[in-house]
C-alpha cells in the first residue's frame, strides 16, 4: 500500500502562514466589539435587571440564530472575535444537537411569554431535525457541513425536541423519528449500559459518562410510546453510571475534553441525566446519585454567584473561569431537585447563579448576535466556548430563568407544573 504523498514546502510554508494569519486576526486588537466587551466585563459587567426583561433578550437572541441560518436550525453560536476554527466572525452553521432540546424551550417560552410565534419556530426547527436524520436513526454529530456521521449524545438531544412535539401536535411524524432514533439506540447499547458506537468525532470517546443525558431521553420515549426496550436501555445506561461514581459524589470519565478536570457543563448534564431519568423510572437509588453530585457542587458558589468552569476530583475549582453554560444549568438541576424533593435549601444559591449569569448578558448592543446571547466562559477569554455566544448557553439561561419565574410566581408551565421536559 503506498504512502500518501508529502507536501512540498512551498505548500507546507503557504499553510503554516494562513494559520498564523487566521490566529492573528483572532486577536482582540482587530476585534473592536469583542475589545469593548472585555472591557466591561472588566469593569463588573452588565446591568442585572428582573428574569422577564434578560429572558426576553434571550428569547429574541434564539430567534436570530435561528433567521441566521439557510435551513429551520438554529445557529451553532456567534463568534464575537474571528474564529480560526469557522474561519469567520459571526453566525455559525446550525447545530443539530442543541437545535434538539432548544426546541422544548422555545414551545416552554411561547407560553410563559404569550408568543405563540415561537411554536411555528419550534415545529419548523422539530421538522428540520426529522429531514436531516441518518437513514440509521441517528442524529449526527457537529455543525452542518462537517460530514454525516452518527453521536450518540446528539441523537439523544434531538429526542427531546421530537418529544415536546409530540406532546405539542400528537403528529405521526415525530413519535416516527422518535422511535427510528430511540431504536437506533438501542442496537449500539451493550448489556453493561455502555454505547458502543456511534460517539461523536467532535469529543472524546473514552469519558462519555454524561449520556445519562441520553438516558433520560430514552427513559421519557420509552414512557411517552409504550417502548419498553428504550426504557430497559435507559435503566442499563444510568445504572452503569451510578456504579462509576465515586464516594463523594465525582464521576470519572465525564468530560468533553479533560476528564481528569471535568467542565461543570458535563457535570451538570450527568446530575440532570440521573436526576430525571430516576423520576421517569422510579428509581430513587439513581435520584440520591444525581443529589450526591448537585450537593458537592453547593459550595463551590461564590458570594457573587462565580463558579469554577471545571472542578478537580475533590471538588475544588480547576480553572480562574467560569463556565456559564454550567452555571446556568446548576440553576435548573437545583431547581429540579427542590421540586422533586420538596427541599427549599436547593433555592439557596438561585439569585447568585443567576444574577451572575445576568451580569455577562449584553442587553444593549447594536450587535445582533451579540446582544441577548451568553457567552461560553466568564470573563469570554476563558477556555469554553472562548470568544463565542453560544446557543446552548443561552438556551439554560432561559430555561433556568423561566423555571424560576414559575416557581417564586406559583405559575404552571405549558405542560404542568415542574415543566420536566424543559430538558
Not at 458535563?266 to 437509588?285: F, H, K, N, P, S
Amino acid at each position: 500500500m503506498s504512502s500518501a504523498p508529502s507536501l512540498s514546502l512551498p505548500t507546507r510554508a503557504a499553510r503554516s502562514l494562513a494559520a498564523r494569519y487566521r490566529t492573528l486576526l483572532a486577536h482582540p486588537a482587530f476585534n473592536p466589539m469583542g475589545r469593548a466587551e472585555l472591557a466591561v466585563e472588566a469593569s463588573g459587567g452588565h446591568p442585572a435587571g428582573g428574569h422577564r426583561a434578560h429572558l426576553a433578550e434571550a428569547v429574541d437572541w434564539m430567534v436570530r440564530a435561528q433567521d441566521a441560518t439557510p435551513d429551520d436550525g438554529i445557529s451553532r453560536g456567534y463568534s464575537v472575535f474571528y474564529s480560526p476554527y469557522f474561519r469567520s466572525r459571526g453566525w455559525q452553521p446550525s447545530y443539530p444537537e442543541t437545535t434538539g432540546y432548544i426546541i422544548p424551550t422555545l414551545l416552554e417560552a411561547a407560553h410563559h411569554l404569550a408568543r405563540p410565534e415561537l411554536v411555528e419556530r419550534a415545529l419548523r426547527a422539530a421538522r428540520w431535525e426529522i429531514s436531516i436524520q441518518l437513514p440509521s436513526g441517528a442524529v449526527q454529530g457537529g455543525v452542518i457541513g462537517e460530514g454525516r456521521t452518527p453521536a450518540i449524545f446528539n441523537t439523544g438531544q434531538v429526542m427531546f425536541g421530537w418529544l415536546a412535539a409530540f406532546e405539542t401536535t400528537g403528529e405521526a411524524q415525530y413519535a416516527d423519528a422518535l422511535r427510528r432514533a430511540g431504536r437506533y439506540l438501542v442496537s449500539v447499547i451493550d448489556a453493561e449500559g455502555r454505547w458502543i458506537k456511534g460517539e461523536s468525532d467532535f469529543a472524546r470517546k473514552d469519558a462519555t459518562l454524561y449520556n445519562a443525558r441520553v438516558a433520560w431521553a430514552m427513559a421519557e420515549a420509552g414512557a411517552a410510546l409504550s417502548e419498553p426496550g428504550f426504557t430497559d436501555a435507559a435503566a442499563r445506561n444510568l445504572r452503569m453510571v451510578a456504579r462509576q461514581q465515586q464516594r463523594n459524589g465525582w464521576f470519572p470519565n465525564c468530560c468533553l475534553s479533560d476528564p481528569v478536570r471535568p467542565l461543570l457543563h458535563t457535570v451538570a448534564y450527568t446530575i440532570r441525566g440521573l436526576l430525571e431519568g430516576g423520576r421517569v423510572l422510579q428509581d430513587a437509588a439513581l435520584v440520591d446519585a444525581g443529589i450526591r453530585a448537585a450537593e458537592a457542587l453547593l459550595p463551590a458558589v461564590r458570594a457573587d454567584g462565580w463558579m469554577p468552569g471545571r472542578y478537580a476530583q475533590d471538588w475544588r475549582g480547576a480553572v480562574q473561569w467560569s463556565c456559564l453554560t454550567g452555571e446556568a444549568q446548576m440553576v435548573n438541576n437545583w431547581i429540579r431537585l427542590g421540586q422533586i424533593t420538596g427541599d427549599a435549601r436547593w433555592f439557596e444559591p438561585l439569585e447568585r447563579v443567576l444574577t451572575f449569569v445576568k451580569r455577562t448578558q449584553n442587553r444593549t448592543s447594536a450587535d445582533p448576535g451579540l446582544r441577548g446571547g451568553i457567552k461560553g466562559s466568564a470573563p469570554m477569554s476563558g477556555g469554553y466556548g472562548q470568544y463565542e455566544i453560544l446557543n446552548w448557553a443561552t438556551k439554560y439561561f432561559a430555561d433556568a430563568l423561566i423555571r424560576d419565574d414559575q416557581r417564586t410566581g406559583g405559575i404552571l408551565g405549558a405542560r404542568g407544573n415542574g415543566v420536566h421536559r424543559l430538558a
